[in-house]
């Protein structure tokens, strides 16, 4: 009884450890990985803040595919929540009005949704032809975009995830995986 007191009172006065910090570096690791320049460099995402947006949610749902087949679906759903911290937190730099941050946020976990569908399945069967067909639909590109290079990319990132313990994944103790 007295454990539960001293849980509520953790939560009421916000002292009690939030179960997402755990994953902070995971993120941290996710937003690095699609931030790398063979993304825009090699496949032609175009360089620019919707083509960056579509590429950590690219990249961060091969992470989340790879949590999910470790078991680890409740650190997948956190994982989402840090996306979630953090877009509200950029669209709040960007100047967007505390009025329409939910809404935005709101289109933006929507957005991750379908796209975290559309790889997964295909992540699973490891299809790169049907992985191309939906970054050709999902990324913002250059007008010499190819989305068979990203498809090719994501499925090495997801290889070398797969090669990953699901301790060391969370803790993002891994290298970057910079695809040649």
Known sequence: MLEQIKSSLSRL?????????SLRPLWHRTVELARLKHWYANCHVEDSVSGRFDMICAVLSVVMVRLEASELRAESSLLAELFVEDMDGQLREFGVND?????????????????????????NQHDEAKLADAMERNITYTDDGSSQCVAEKLLGLHDALAKVSGE????????LVEAA
Do not use: C, Q, W, Y
């Open 13 to 21: 006065l916000g002292t009690e450890e939030d179960p997402r910090e």
């Open 99 to 123: 009025v329409v941050v939910g809404k935005r946020v709101g289109k933006l976990m929507s957005t991750l949704g379908g796209r975290l569908g559309a790889i997964r399945s295909v992540l």
């Open 168 to 175: 060391a994944l969370i803790a993002a103790d891994f290298e």
